[in-house]
């Protein structure tokens, strides 16, 4: 941002200044967030704290409106609130893994489920049905632009919920409704969406890293044990079966959300849910909360999914990790949850106990396992920037076939023959150099730089390009005889991707009027300055 680039898609400090597309291919949208701040003078470890603080209120708030809407009940919604903010699979996302991307996406997934049964439950003929798509439109771009695989992951349930409900499904103003949803929401994340279309259709680059997983991601599934384990401490790594549970990272929603699973099934059993609406959401919840959970476990058949064809073992490596499916078994659970309180008699001795059980569970298991991280885990301690590790790039992802990260650990350049090269100036992937062919025939120039499609280099005089093309993974640049001049070499990306990032903050705009109910206020203003 400093360098004056925006958007952001190659990280121009990565593989020791040689430049990784992260941006394109992983959301990174809040990322800005920490960023602005730590421009602001905020050292870089305030900077990110503050970002867990804010990803930590927006989810509290954020889960509180859409479990209100849904219970329409203030006291179900802090309750619902407290479980799914304090979920241990939550917490382990941000003090144990560090996965921002994971627990930023889970600010949102609240959202979808909120949208979606708007969606399923609200009169078709209700005023302001119609706009029933800007809640799950914020949801799903909020996860678009935070961590692309729980977009995947909540994809494949919203897809299953519309085959689930198909009779509603395709009722006219709700199937017009959800194809708002889809068209919105690829508008509002076309910022994301397009450079990362366009790098997966060119190809040539590394996705996922499907020998890692050749021998199948099913033994890295959570326990059963793990699924329902009382309390939680801080401990190592994720291993596969063969290691057994002991010292292995905890792998669990927490004892507070699977207290809901029981009230729902005791509610639900009981006869209490006279409402057939929140019955039906209720027991899709339930199934949904059941079937994430078995995802989630070393009992899915994810191996035998894998081996079936070379498009399965694709996409199922990219899941890479089952338990990531926490993340949906936390929401539906906290949906179970809120459903079976509004459906208690709260003057009755079990809607006390449900709640006590569900609070006192989430305050424990929080408890114990924070106060074994501050306890216990060792603080990693960075004195300078030279000290961190740029090339731990996991699997290779995101490099060119048939490169190696190797390649990428040091900035140099090799001149083709009869090449005389003076480099005038160097700043990570940006480079201004000399370049002059002496020979008779054409040569080349390589640098250490990864290749990426966007890249450019340009004579300062002329404004001539000079071709560029991939040279095993590397940035090359083809010299034709007797050509001399300064030349720029930088990652300027395409028109379509500036463009695309422009509609994505209009769509933003767009949006906030919507919520606020002044688009009809600013249309007439409009209307009025055009007569």
Known sequence: MLAGEFPIKIYSDWLCGNGYASGVYYGDALLYIPAVLRMMGFNLMQSYNIFIFLCNLSTCVIS?????????????????????????????????????????????????????????????????????????????????????????????????????????????????VLIKTVLYTCIAGAGFLVPFI?????????????????????????????????????????????????????????????????????????????DKKQKHTGMIALAFAALSLWFSSNLFPWDKLQNMNSLFEKLISMISLPWRFLSIATVM??????????????????????????????????????????????????????????????????????????????????????????????????????????????????????????YTAVDKQTGEKLEVYNDGGRLALKIKPGYSGDVVVRFTGFVLWKISAVVSMLAFVVLIICITGKEKVILKVLANKKN
């Open 333 to 454: 659970l906290a949906v179970c949850g809120i459903i079976a309180l509004i459906n208690m008699n709260e003057k009755r001795k079990e809607y006390k106990y449900f709640v006590g059980a569900m609070i006192f569970a989430c305050v424990i298991q929080g408890s114990v396992l924070m106060s074994d991280i501050m306890n216990h885990y060792e603080p990693y301690r960075v004195y300078g920037e030279q000290e961190l590790d740029t090339t731990t790039v996991i699997g290779a992802e995101y490099l060119p076939y048939g490169s190696v990260v190797e390649t990428f650990m040091a900035q140099y350049v090799q001149p083709g023959d009869n090449i005389e090269y003076t480099q005038n100036y160097r700043h990570n992937n940006y480079i201004e150099c000399s370049i002059k062919n002496a020979g008779s025939v054409e040569s080349n120039v390589k640098f250490s730089i990864v290749y990426y499609a966007g």
């Open 64 to 176: 509180y409106f859409c479990f209100k809407g849904i219970t329409k009940s203030k006291v179900t919604a802090v309750i619902g609130a407290a479980l799914y903010t304090t979920s241990i699979y939550r917490l382990i996302d941000i003090y144990i893994r560090s996965a921002v991307g994971e627990y930023a996406a889970m600010v949102f997934i609240p959202l979808t489920a909120y949208g979606l049964y708007k969606i399923y439950t609200e009169d078709t003929q209700s005023d302001g049905y119609s706009k029933n798509w800007i809640i799950p439109v914020m949801g799903f771009t909020g996860i678009i632009n935070s961590h692309i695989l729980t977009c995947e992951m909540v994809g494949v349930f919203t897809i299953l919920l519309c085959i689930v409900l198909f009779k509603r499904t395709f009722e006219k103003k709700r199937f017009i």
């Open 198 to 274: 366009q790098y997966f259709i060119k190809g040539g680059i590394v996705a996922t890293d499907v020998d890692r997983f050749y021998t199948g991601i099913q033994q890295y599934g959570a326990f059963l044990g793990q699924l329902f384990e009382p309390f939680t401490t801080y401990d190592g790594l994720s291993v596969n079966t063969e290691m057994g549970i002991a010292d292995e990272m905890p792998s669990t929603t927490g004892l507070g959300l699977v207290v809901c699973a029981v009230a729902i099934i005791y509610v639900l059993v009981s006869g209490y849910v006279k």
